[in-house]
C-alpha cells in the first residue's frame, strides 16, 4: 500500500488549500481514511476522517466547520479542503489508511501512511 499526498504550501491566513491524497495497492475503497497533522514538536493529531464510502464523515473541533473530506474510490483519491486557514493549522498534513470501514480519531486504527505534505500559513 502507498499513499502519496500532494497540494500542500504556503498560504496566507483566510486562505484555502485542497489536499489530495492517492492510493495504490489493494486497500482503499473498502477502508476508512483519514487525515492528521503534525506541527514541530507537537504530538501528530487527528484531522479528519471518512468512511469506506464517503458516508459517515468527522472532523476534529479544530477544524469543524472549516474542512471537509471527501473521496473518490474510482480514483483512490481522498481529498481534504480547508477554508479560513489560520497560522495554528501550520504542520505537515498525512493521509492514512485504516484498518476498517468506519473512521475513527485513533492513530493507533491506521496501519498505513503517506508521507505528508507541508502546510504554512503565514502572511
Known amino acids: 500500500v502507498q499513499l502519496q499526498a500532494s497540494g500542500g504550501g504556503l498560504v496566507q491566513p483566510g486562505g484555502s488549500l485542497r489536499l489530495s491524497c492517492a492510493a495504490s495497492?489493494?486497500?482503499?475503497?473498502?477502508?476508512?481514511m483519514g487525515w492528521f497533522r503534525q506541527a514541530p514538536g507537537k504530538e501528530r493529531e487527528f484531522v479528519a476522517g471518512?468512511?469506506?464510502?464517503?458516508?459517515?464523515?468527522g472532523y476534529a473541533d479544530s477544524v469543524k466547520g472549516r474542512a471537509t473530506i471527501s473521496r473518490d474510490n474510482a480514483k483512490n483519491t481522498v481529498y481534504l479542503q480547508m477554508n479560513s486557514l489560520k497560522p495554528e493549522d501550520s504542520a505537515v498534513y498525512l493521509c492514512?489508511?485504516?484498518?476498517?470501514?468506519?473512521?475513527?480519531?485513533?492513530?493507533?486504527?491506521?496501519?498505513?501512511w503517506g508521507q505528508g505534505t507541508l502546510v504554512t500559513v503565514s502572511s
Open positions: 492514512a489508511a485504516s484498518r476498517l470501514s468506519y473512521h475513527s480519531q485513533m492513530i493507533q486504527q491506521y496501519p498505513y
Open positions: 495497492g489493494r486497500i482503499f475503497s473498502n477502508n476508512a
Open positions: 471518512i468512511s469506506w464510502n464517503g458516508g459517515s464523515t
